[in-house]
């Protein structure tokens, strides 16, 4: 099984197409998105930085224009671990109210691709007033998220295993609302109680109330 802090993979290698700057920066990102998803743009400072990516400030800002690009890039590449994390197996599933309960089980499971734990939680209480390049970055992944919930649930009910009247909209909201509530908890209680006992009445919902009987 894979860890909960283990990177996702697409099994694709593209370094060997791009030019030696491009990797630079590539590994820059890589190294500074622990650093920002673990910290905050304001709790990461260029120290952190230049230690985490063994360049100095030069080096750095040689490949971006600011802090804030990079941390904008950084959270990019930390969404789309995330992202690929909650999603396998998914699409092996023949029926949505197992590809949602695969979902939860995978958001519990591989909750931390990246060192830090959930970076919409932790980049959306972070960049809520003082930083709108960062805050539309994790307002477009929240979007893609509920978008991705609510298109399986409009697959099931056009496949009828949903019951009458079920709203796509709205499972995927308490979806969503219930696991990083969830995860807040747990991170706070240092225990995953809280995320087994939601995940456990996602599960109740879904098959009792969503589901067709």
Same mark, same amino acid.
């Given at each position: 099984?894979?860890?909960?802090?283990?990177?996702?993979?697409?099994?694709?290698?593209?370094?060997?197409?791009? =030019?030696k700057?491009?990797?630079?920066?590539?590994?820059i +990102?890589?190294? $500074?998105?622990?650093?920002?998803n673990? &910290?905050?743009?304001?709790?990461?400072?260029?120290?952190?930085l230049?230690?985490?990516t063994?360049?100095?400030?030069g080096?750095?800002?040689?490949?971006?224009?600011?802090?804030?690009?990079l941390?904008a890039?950084?959270?990019?590449?930390?969404?789309?671990?995330?992202?690929?994390?909650?999603?396998l197996?998914?699409?092996?599933?023949?029926?949505g109210?197992?590809?949602?309960?695969?979902l939860?089980?995978?958001?519990?499971?591989?909750?931390?691709?990246?060192?830090?734990?959930c970076p919409?939680?932790? =980049?959306?209480?972070?960049?809520?007033?003082g930083?709108? +390049?960062?805050? $539309?970055?994790?307002?477009?992944?929240? &979007?893609?998220?509920l978008?991705?919930?609510?298109?399986i649930?409009?697959?099931?009910?056009?496949?009828?295993e949903?019951?009458?009247?079920?709203?796509?909209?709205?499972?995927a909201?308490?979806?969503?609302?219930?696991?990083?509530g969830?995860?807040?908890?747990?991170?706070?209680?240092r225990?995953?109680?809280?995320?087994?006992?939601?995940?456990?009445?996602?599960n109740?919902?879904?098959?009792?109330e969503i589901?067709?009987?």
């Amino acid at each position: 099984m894979m860890r909960k802090d283990q990177p996702v993979s697409d099994g694709q290698d593209t370094s060997k197409f791009m =030019t030696k700057g491009e990797q630079t920066r590539k590994k820059i +990102v890589e190294a $500074a998105a622990a650093i920002f998803n673990q &910290r905050g743009y304001e709790g990461s400072s260029l120290n952190d930085l230049m230690e985490a990516t063994g360049l100095k400030k030069g080096g750095i800002y040689r490949h971006f224009s600011s802090k804030e690009e990079l941390a904008a890039e950084a959270f990019d590449y930390t969404w789309d671990a995330s992202r690929k994390a909650r999603l396998l197996h998914v699409d092996e599933k023949t029926n949505g109210i197992e590809k949602l309960k695969q979902l939860i089980a995978n958001f519990v499971d591989y909750r931390s691709p990246v060192a830090g734990g959930c970076p919409i939680l932790n =980049t959306a209480i972070d960049a809520d007033d003082g930083n709108p +390049v960062l805050r $539309a970055r994790v307002a477009k992944a929240l &979007r893609s998220w509920l978008t991705r919930l609510q298109t399986i649930v409009e697959q099931a009910e056009a496949q009828r295993e949903t019951r009458p009247g079920v709203e796509p909209k709205t499972v995927a909201t308490l979806i969503v609302a219930s696991l990083e509530g969830a995860l807040m908890m747990s991170r706070l209680q240092r225990n995953d109680e809280a995320l087994r006992r939601v995940q456990s009445h996602l599960n109740r919902y879904l098959e009792n109330e969503i589901a067709a009987s």
